[in-house]
């Protein structure tokens, strides 16, 4: 008789997944189909992703919802990093705990909420001074969103580093810029990686906030895919969701062997300094 007790918690994590990863993988699996419609598999083609393809439309939509997603990650990326240094030394612990409290606001308050509090200030921004809605507000709208997510990654890597490096340091003759270039954005690359990577994929996927606050000739492809959706049933919405979800398969892998990389030089360069001296 065999010792081994039956593991619930291998089973449970196993449905879990199930419930998860079965509607995108049934979404992907019809993807293929020759038929119009998602009720029975009549055979396999590559016509969906062909006509994917040859929409020039939606390929002008796929590089602009890109573009923003690179250019609202990284300027929140800069500005959140940067916060989260002002947020650990904030002397104060009444202020820090403040600043703290209002930055986790952003990351609990509904969407819904945010895109229409965005809505107002870019329409009396209209009002007054003719701004218009489009990209740069939907820009704006993802980098507001994106800076409490860089924060919360960035702020434990800052919380974990030891104050005697850079004592050291400015012991060396170190000025600020040297010790923030050589010292602080070094040990806090993991942080700064992550929180890069999690606002970018937090503006990929937006909807509820850039559906608020985008205007007549500008979208993304969440508000495309949803607009297409209303109109019915088009295989071409699963081929488009497959290729995202491979996309975003890339992505993590790329960021776990970033990450991984990047722990090792850090400590060889620390190694090479400490010898150094």
Known sequence: MSNHKFNWSHLYLILVFIILYAPIFYLIYYSFN???TMTSFTGFTLEHYRAVFEDTRLIGIVIDTFLLAFLSALIATIIGTFGAMGIHYTKQRGVR???LSLNNILMVSPDVIIGASFLILFTFLGTWFGFQLGFM?????HIAFSIPIVVLMVLPKM?????????AARDLGANNWQVLRQIILPYLTPGIIAGYFMAFTYSLDDFAVTFFVTGNGFSTLSVEIYSRARQGISLEINALSALLFLFSILLVTGY?????????????KKTQKIGGK
């Open 34 to 36: 020759a038929g119009g």
């Open 256 to 268: 776990y062997f970033i990450s991984k990389d990047n722990k090792p030089k850090y400590k060889k």
């Open 159 to 167: 919380q974990e580093m030891n104050p005697s490096l850079i004592d």
């Open 97 to 99: 705990n403040t600043l």
């Open 137 to 141: 507000s939907v820009l704006l709208s």
